[in-house]
């Protein structure tokens, strides 16, 4: 019998709110930042990797410890996970808006990546276990867009902050963590996985965290403007290495972040190469979104001379689109398959990124900007 909730009910609205609001807080703050980059740099006097590391220092714990967060929610309990990865994320952020160096503020940004390891992983994972069948398929496309719109928002919710404060960006993650706290304690029902390893796989974490942490630095350093030397080649090896030997250990390991079977397919694990070639294209293509946003908020105020406020509102076609066409675009994938849907927005929002590229001096927001942003919404 189906017992999972529905995505028009009161009950499955508030857990999608939930989920929504608590991805959707790590995926704004990490696009939100950007914007505020100019006036953080002049109030704390940071140079360039200062700025770097108060922005990689937030991917880097993210990226690294996002499976381990996922484990521990599918072992304690993904509610519970993900209200602590609320809460933490709520006081490393608070620690950020009061930072009186760029040293402490990355630090800081660190602490808040590992909340948002927390919250990412455990939103799907309570979304998938909450709703069934179609229903699931429109949650979870509803999850995706609306987090999507979360950090397409970024630009414009940091302009208007900053033109305020730039500590204000993160201290706005305050009320909004206590209203995730309040919807998740009281409508989101608690799940765990019954199959879920007994123990924590500690040196995959550990692997996975120094092998991008290693190759973060050398790839900081090296854009630094000097050549580099033996220990930005040394540290960028080893970064590898590890990445090579965290693919062997999840291999041997009895409670791996990653079964292996996921990825070949063996067992119960389904069809491996469209596991593999799903993941594979969700990495490249949140890879090229991030950094779309990242570069187009600062060539609109580096380049083109917009204000802070002006270059957020200028991603708002973004946002309005992806609001309005996520969830259809979820259920229609029930009926037609991801494919292709998958394959016609990755063309749409590839000739976007290219009429982005016309951006420059003297670039005004309806023949430059809209277009743009336009097909990549």
Known sequence: MDTGLRTGTAAGRWVITACVLGSGMAMLDNTVVTIALPRIAEDLGAGFAGLQWTVNGYTLTLAGLILLGGSLGDRFGRR???????????????????????????????????????????SLALISASFHGADRAAAIGAWSGLGGVAGALGPFVGGTLVEWSWRAVFLINLPLAAVVVAVAVRHVPESRDPDAAHRLDVP?????????????????????????????????????????????????????????????????????????GANVVTVAVYAALGLLFVLLAVQLQIVAGFSPLLAGTATLPVTVLMLLLSARAGRLATRTGPAPLVTGGLLLAAAGMLLASRIGPGATWLTDVLPATALVG
């Open 80 to 122: 519970r996970i993900f209200v602590t990865g609320a809460v933490w994320f709520a006081l490393a952020s608070l620690l950020c808006g009061l930072a009186p160096s760029v040293e402490v503020l990355a630090a800081a940004r660190a602490l808040q990546g590992v909340g948002g390891a927390l919250l990412t992983p455990g």
């Open 204 to 276: 995959g974490s550990v692997l996975a965290v120094a092998g991008l942490a290693l190759l973060t630095w050398a790839g900081t350093a090296a854009g630094a403007g000097a050549s580099p030397g033996p220990q930005v080649w040394g540290a960028g090896l080893a970064g590898v290495a590890a990445l090579v030997a965290f693919a062997l250990v999840e291999r041997h390991s009895r409670s791996p972040l990653v079964p292996p079977e996921l990825f070949t397919g063996t067992g119960d694990a389904g069809d491996g190469r469209r596991f593999t």
